[in-house]
């Protein structure tokens, strides 16, 4: 028992410090490409008032502070590098829930898909749909300000908060926003803690803002022999004004991983697949829905209406997981470029594994222009991981060169913060490292992740 683990034991309850050695609390979804990471404690604080003693009393000792969500991150923000991880699984309350005003204010380890259902029991709304929904935590949605395929008409997390509630250092408990749709009193700190990946405080709660369930929502799929003829499609449903919900592409590679499983199956020679879909009121959604149909049949092989939209989205889901199992591991990043380069980012994708002799696919939110770059690996194989690290040095380049950036969805984390000074121009770079010291002093929120 470390003595970190031990002196906390001194002022929690029995549940709320687990060993450091806890292996549920040492990797995130990074485990796949060999990062794990090892801690002097782990404790589950049961109220926001518990969260912030412990961190005062990290902070008053300086020792780090992890905090963790359901473990889903694709950057390894969640992996502690030593220190106390501060799991908020036990937070899982609702304080508030008005559903004539649209509103609700939840604790930050609430699951995702448990919001989701709670809201649309009084048919609301709660739109951000990152994958892994069932594992990830709202508090670590809003840390990395997580997208999802309906962000392309919704937006992101941050898009859906109205306030939090969080611990910033050295252990005090504030709110930023609140119950109430604007507030532009003072410099936008919400807005600062949103995507900020537990590195200048800890989420506790958050006002959530919330829609009218859309009636209807009508996806299409339609499959093209390869990216020339999907990208061109794409570029038809934007360029002709279909304001759909979702438009998520695969490619090839991508598709022949998860295509195994597609309802009602895919047809010969696919090589490509694009999923589009229409919402809101069932007239106007099968209207919109007619005519992204033929947007998307030019050049296609098949162009279908799925009637069961969950099925659908239950298998894009599992696209990842599917696109691991070929190999075991692989190294998937999330870079984002201009709308109109996607294809050229595809593309550079395939190259970019020829050139290291890796197999690649890409597959991701084509209407956000972020795609989820991938390179598979065996697990074990430390030379072929080495060469995915340099494939990705240049799937990174490739992005800045398309007008892009690093990533558009998972975050810096531990894995990409290398590449965070390519990225950010040296002034902006020092504006950042001022925020992060003026929040965390003494580089206790998460170190080693972010910048
Ligand atoms: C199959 C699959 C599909 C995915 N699809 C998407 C997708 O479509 N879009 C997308 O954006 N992401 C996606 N992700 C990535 C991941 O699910 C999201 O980033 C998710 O929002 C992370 O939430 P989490 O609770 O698991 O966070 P964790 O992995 O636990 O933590 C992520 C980061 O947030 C910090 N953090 C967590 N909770 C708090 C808190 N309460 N206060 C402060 N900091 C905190 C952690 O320190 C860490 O830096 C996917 C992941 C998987 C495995």
């Given at each position: 028992v470390s003595g970190i683990e031990k002196e906390l034991r001194s002022f929690l309850d029995a549940h709320a410090v687990l060993p450091g050695s806890s292996a549920a609390y040492l990797s995130d979804f990074t485990e796949e490409r060999g990062l794990g990471g090892h801690a002097d404690a782990v404790v589950l604080p049961r109220s926001a008032e518990e969260t912030a003693q412990v961190v005062a009393w990290c902070y008053e000792r300086d020792v780090p502070i992890v905090p963790r969500g359901g473990g889903t991150g694709f950057a390894g923000g969640a992996v502690p590098f030593g220190g106390v991880v501060l799991s908020l699984e036990r937070m899982t309350a609702v304080r508030s829930f008005d559903p004539l005003v649209w509103r609700i204010e939840v604790e930050a380890g609430m699951r995702t898909a448990d919001l989701r259902r709670i809201v649309r029991e009084s048919g609301l709304f709660f739109p951000p749909d990152p994958g892994a929904a069932e594992q990830s935590h709202v508090g670590g949605n809003i840390a990395t300000n997580a997208g999802g395929p309906h962000a392309f008409k919704y937006g992101v997390t941050g898009a859906w908060v109205l306030g939090l509630e969080a611990v910033l250092a050295p252990g005090q408990l504030v709110r930023v926003g609140g119950p109430m749709r604007k507030d532009v009193a003072g410099y936008d700190l919400k807005s600062l803690l949103i995507g900020s990946e537990g590195t200048l405080g800890v989420v506790t709660a958050a006002w959530l803002r919330l829609l009218p369930a859309p009636e209807v929502f009508l996806p299409v799929v339609a499959f093209y022999g390869g990216v020339t003829a999907g990208a061109a499609a794409l570029q038809r449903v934007v360029g002709t004004g279909l304001a759909v919900a979702a438009l998520e592409y695969l490619d090839g590679g991508a598709l022949a991983a998860a295509g195994g499983s597609f309802p009602e199956g895919v047809p010969d020679g696919a090589a490509?697949?694009?999923?589009?879909?229409?919402?809101g009121s069932r007239a106007e959604a099968e209207r919109l829905r007619e005519e992204v149909v033929d947007a998307l049949a030019e050049g296609s092989l098949a162009v279908r209406t799925p009637a069961d939209a969950a099925a659908l989205w239950r298998w894009r889901d599992g696209v990842s997981l599917a696109v691991t199992a070929q190999r075991g591991g692989k190294v998937s990043e999330d870079v984002v470029v201009p709308f109109e380069r996607i294809a050229e980012g595809i593309d550079g994708t395939l190259e970019i594994g020829r050139r290291h002799g890796l197999e690649a696919c890409s597959w991701g939110h084509a209407g956000d222009g972020n795609l989820h770059s991938t390179f598979l690996v065996t697990p074990g194989d430390a030379e072929e991981l080495e060469?995915?690290?340099?494939?990705?040095?240049?799937?990174?380049?490739?992005?800045?060169?398309?007008?892009?950036?690093?990533?558009?969805?998972?975050?810096?984390?531990?894995?990409?913060?290398?590449?965070?000074d390519a990225y950010?121009?040296?002034?902006?770079?020092?504006?950042?490292?001022?925020?992060?010291?003026l929040f965390d002093p003494k580089n206790l929120f998460n170190p080693g992740k972010k910048l």
């Open positions: 490509f697949l694009v999923i589009a879909e229409a919402d060469r995915c690290e340099r494939a990705v040095d240049d799937l990174f380049a490739l992005a800045l060169r398309l007008g892009g950036s690093i990533s558009g969805e998972h975050g810096v984390g531990a894995v990409k913060r290398a590449h965070v950010l121009p040296p002034a902006v770079r020092a504006v950042q490292g001022q925020i992060k010291r």
